[in-house]
């Protein structure tokens, strides 16, 4: 793949390449779709997750929600597939915001990382973490590193023996240590997450704020 002969030349990376598959990364159509599921993983594992998205197709049989759709289903329904009051608002946000400001990919794929970024935190119940991974798994951005994620955090610090006791100058080194990976840094970061614990999973986000 294209992104191996450049990240290998970062030694400790190189032996985590050779160590799994290459991959491609995919692009999505639906991102309220992508944007609902992940508002609904949070802080829960993945088999909890996933019961509870099954439960949220099942109320429109079987099939990806319109925005309206959304809109139209009562709180207390939503409520009753195991979401809390709070998810119930921010997956309503989604909706109405597509419905009113749009998220057609086609449009966000005319945006750059930092535009996408400003454009979807405007939505309540959707944090910075949320959508990098958007940007990386549904938009298929390559280049995108999640400075915040624990997961990369405790991989980084376990392969290149980083120090955590001054957060600024911790992050300032990740970061630092990331820009040797652009522009490939999304592979980068799978790659991380498959060598610490498998994909990023729920409990390694961090704690986001909600505007």
Not at 23 to 46: D, G, H, V
Not at 92 to 97: D, L, P
Not at 134 to 161: H, S
Request: proline fraction near 4%; hydrophobic fraction near 35%; include cysteine.
């Amino acid at each position: 793949m294209h992104y191996i002969k450049h990240l290998s030349k970062d030694k400790k990376l190189k032996k985590l390449i050779a160590a799994h598959k290459p991959f491609k990364l995919k692009k999505r159509k639906n991102i309220s779709t992508w944007l609902c599921a992940s508002i609904m993983s949070q802080q829960l594992s993945t088999k909890v997750a996933d019961v509870i998205y099954q439960r949220y197709i099942n109320l429109y049989e079987g099939n990806e929600p319109t925005p309206q759709q959304i809109l139209d289903t009562p709180f207390e329904k939503l409520r009753g597939i195991g979401l809390s009051n709070a998810k119930v608002s921010y997956v309503q946000n989604v909706a109405r915001f597509e419905i009113e400001s749009g998220l057609d990919p086609k449009k966000l794929n005319k945006m750059n990382n930092d535009e996408v970024i400003a454009y979807l935190t405007q939505i309540k119940g959707v944090g910075r973490w949320t959508t990098e991974m958007l940007l990386m798994f549904a938009l298929g951005r390559e280049d995108v590193f999640a400075v915040d994620d624990l997961g990369l955090q405790n991989a980084m610090i376990k392969l290149y023996g980083l120090k955590n006791k001054n957060k600024k100058k911790f992050k300032a080194e990740l970061l630092r240590i990331s820009e040797q990976w652009s522009p490939y840094r999304t592979y980068a970061s799978v790659h991380l997450w498959r060598w610490k614990d498998n994909a990023p999973v729920k409990k390694k986000r961090p704690k986001e704020k909600i505007k």
